[in-house]
């Protein structure tokens, strides 16, 4: 098994600059943030303009990774869950999904609301959301 | 910026053996996969057998890495989209995100239905479909 690296593709500059700054997910929050993408990536944008939900994906660089059970909601009066079956920024790739609202596109710069990522944290990928596949059947 | 370095979770097993065989995405087809978690993820799945809708985080090894803009859907008449601006397994970080259904959880394996991934692509993350944050607010 060859070695799984990810390159980040840019970053993300948000109002959040530490862990406890940050809200549990992106939709409880109406902040703006910024994605920077490196400008070799300038060519994977095209269409994207035409995109008003696009799944974030991050790289949570100051999540831990070898938790594997937490309180949902970091609540402590809720009974432990697996990591894999909540939504907990640590996991053992701290590979965060977040569906956030694009506002504006200018060249390599990608401004969208609703991201819960800390600033400077390392994006991985963009993927715009499609109801046919990102939903349940029922 | 130190290297980002994922670790698979576990494997999938699918009928899907070529790049050929699988379908463009997980909900074009019904057929069934195992997903087999390494034994020391288990206690990460604890819960996880209340969910129904899961999405699965795999890291297409058999895609292209450098290739930044696709047709949609691999339809040559459609105009070129950035990969980030369509689902193309083919990107900078070959991220597969899938909604999958939970079949069947039995200790470390995960049968589901509705994944596109070949048999033994790796596993990067699950986590359960939460609709208050996967889907648009409008």
Tied chains: 1, 2.
């Excluded at 009974?79 to 920024?89: E, H, I, M, T, Y």
């Excluded at 701290?94 to 990522?117: D, H, K, S, Y």
Aim: hydrophobic share 35%; net charge negative; charged share 30%.
């Amino acid at each position: 098994m060859p070695e799984i690296l990810c390159t980040p593709i840019g970053f993300v500059s948000s109002p959040f600059k530490e862990r406890g700054d940050a809200p549990r997910q992106g939709k409880l929050t109406d902040e703006i943030s910024l994605i920077t993408l490196k400008e070799e990536y300038l060519p994977a944008t095209l269409g994207l303009d035409e995109e008003k939900d696009i799944f974030v994906l991050c790289w949570f660089d100051r999540s831990e990774r070898d938790i594997l059970q937490t309180h949902p909601a970091g609540d402590d009066t809720k009974p432990l869950k697996g990591v894999f079956a909540n939504r907990s920024p640590h996991r053992p790739n701290p590979i965060a999904l977040t569906l956030a609202e694009v506002i504006r596109i200018e060249e390599n710069r990608i401004t969208v609301r609703g991201l819960e990522a800390l600033d400077g944290t390392p994006v991985l990928d963009i993927k715009p959301f499609r109801a046919e596949f990102d939903t349940p059947n029922r």
